[in-house]
Structure formats: C-alpha cells, structure tokens
C-alpha cells in the first residue's frame, strides 16, 4: 500500500537555526499537505501543494513539492520557540489520508 | 472561526464494552473523517465519509468500528467491542472540498481501554 516516510524522526536546534523536515511517498501524488500538531494538541493545516515543483511560502515557512511528485519538503527560517511540535505531511490517494510519521521539533532558547 | 467539536474530551472504559465517540463537524463542511494517533505516534487514517456513506476505509477500520451521521449535525464513531489496543487519542475532522484540501480537525477524544 501507499507509505508516506519522513527525515528526521527528531530535531533539536538552537533557537535561530534553520530547520528542514522531508517527506516522501511510495506512490506519486496529486497533492501533499502539512500539518503542525503543538504537543498535546491537534493537527493544524498548514498548506496544500499541488503542482510539479510548487513553492510556497508562509512568512520564514518554505514548501516544496518534488518535480516527480512523491516528495516534499518544509524548511523554517530562523527558528523560534514557537515553532516548536511535530510536522507531518499527507497525501491523499482517492478519498484516503495518509500521514508521514511526522518530524518532531525542539527549539532551544 | 468555525471549529470542529468532539465529546466527550476523555473516555475511559473496560474492555468489550461499546464506546460511542462524537463529533460536530463545520457546518457546510461534507467530508468527514476519523483519525487515531497512539500517543507519540503518528496520526493514522481510520475512514471517510462523504455523502451518508463511507469513502475510504483503512486496514484499521474493521468490523468492530463503525460511523453514522444521525442528524444534520452528528458525526459518530462507535467501537463496539473495545480492546486494550484502541486507547488513543481519536480525532474527528471535516473538509470542505474533500481528502486533498484542508482538514479542520477536532480537539480529540482520550479513549482509555483498561
């Protein structure tokens, strides 16, 4: 079946640091989603990239989506204490979602 | 902002009972799902629902699980013989556009099988 993989399973960076988590899909993708979950939390809909080499940006968030369509990335700026949670992202194949196992963040201050 | 809702926030409950977790989506939203994430691991996909009837289902979601929309408004998970294996956290959320599109999730509830 599909499998959504991701690097790093943990990060721990000095608050200023840039940070950078991957995702990538066994299947190609008609689209990929992130998502923050703050500890003890919910998931929280970041962004959705949809076409072949896409970028977007969210003030120090840059996302990529892969030319081939079966990875991204999600880099922040400068971290801050703020960004602290696990990131995952998602692709969905017909109407199932399927979740990378999420890289988790610690910034220190 | 227009959330998602679910109750109750914590269930605990013995095995082989019934539990019946809810959820109220965004009210325009038609697309409705049900996650579990075991605690500090990564949130996994049980089913989708979208027109009074299940989409997709996953490996998860077999017989002992089931969902209905009542009313309107309700949208219910119900577990009928639980096993210790099912404490997690069970997240409800609701789309708008469908599975690709952002999903507004529910703060969760706790299931605690003992």
């Known amino acids: 079946g599909q499998q959504v993989m991701q690097i790093p399973q943990y990060q721990h960076v000095q608050e200023g640091e840039d940070f950078t988590t991957y995702c990538n899909s066994s299947?190609?993708?008609?689209?990929i989603q992130w998502y923050k979950q703050r500890p003890g939390g919910h998931p929280v809909f970041l962004i959705q990239?949809?076409?072949?080499?896409e970028v977007k940006k969210q003030k120090r968030l840059t996302f990529q989506f892969g030319e081939a369509k079966k990875n991204s990335s999600l880099h922040i700026t400068a971290t801050q204490t703020t960004d602290v949670g696990t990131y995952f992202c998602?692709?969905?194949?017909?109407?199932?979602?399927?979740f990378g196992p999420g890289t988790s963040l610690s910034v220190i201050p | 902002e227009p959330e998602v809702t679910q109750t109750p926030s914590h269930q605990v409950t013995q095995m082989g009972q019934e539990v019946i977790l809810r959820c109220v989506p965004i009210s325009n939203h038609l697309y409705f799902y049900w996650y579990r994430q075991i605690l500090g691991q990564k949130v996994e996909f049980l089913v989708s629902f979208y027109n009074n009837e299940i989409s997709e289902k996953s490996e998860i979601f077999d017989d002992q699980f089931s969902v209905e929309r009542p009313d309107g408004s309700n949208f219910t998970l119900k577990i009928r013989s639980t096993k210790l294996e099912d404490s997690a956290m069970y997240f409800c959320a609701s789309s708008d556009q469908g599975s690709g599109y952002e999903q507004y999730f529910g703060p969760g509830t706790r299931l605690t099988v003992t």
């Open positions: 998602a692709g969905s194949l017909h109407d199932k979602v399927i």
């Open positions: 299947t190609t993708l008609s689209n």
């Open positions: 990239l949809v076409k072949s080499g």
